[in-house]
């Protein structure tokens, strides 16, 4: 099993940064791809960046050029710089995990999710 911490987020003005962290304790080196969603309430959980275990990364459209996903392979944690903050950025930010001894794609472990508010 892989516990995944997430902290960071908070209150910014428009324009304004943040960043996020996510730690991984347990079993991992069971993780291969690591990522960071986000999800309003009453809408779909939505992919904000991904980072293989070779630190290739991959980013939605609405946060590409703005947000920056690195990782950490050694301390077992991703981060999430997001610059250029937009009301529309205000979210529950998840980290995920991929366990990459399961035979179904997709991310198995979850953080209990930090909010990330962005005032106009």
């Known amino acids: 099993q892989v516990q995944l911490v997430d902290s960071g987020g908070g209150l910014v003005q428009t324009g304004g940064s943040l960043r996020s962290t996510c730690s991984a304790s347990?079993?991992?080196?069971?993780?291969?791809?690591m990522a960071w969603h986000r999800q309003a309430p009453g809408k779909q959980r939505e992919l904000v960046a991904s980072?293989?275990?070779?630190?290739?990364?991959n980013y939605a459209v609405s946060v590409k050029s703005r947000f920056a996903i690195s990782r950490d392979r050694y301390r077992n944690t991703i981060y999430l710089q997001m610059n250029r903050l937009k009301p529309e950025d205000t979210d529950v930010y998840y980290c995920?995990?991929?366990?990459?001894?399961?035979?179904?794609?997709?991310?198995?472990?979850w953080g209990q999710g930090t909010q990330v508010t962005v005032s106009s």
């Open positions: 980072v293989t275990t070779g630190s290739s990364t």
């Open positions: 995920a995990a991929e366990d990459g001894t399961r035979w179904n794609r997709g991310y198995h472990y």
């Open positions: 347990g079993y991992t080196f069971t993780i291969n791809d």
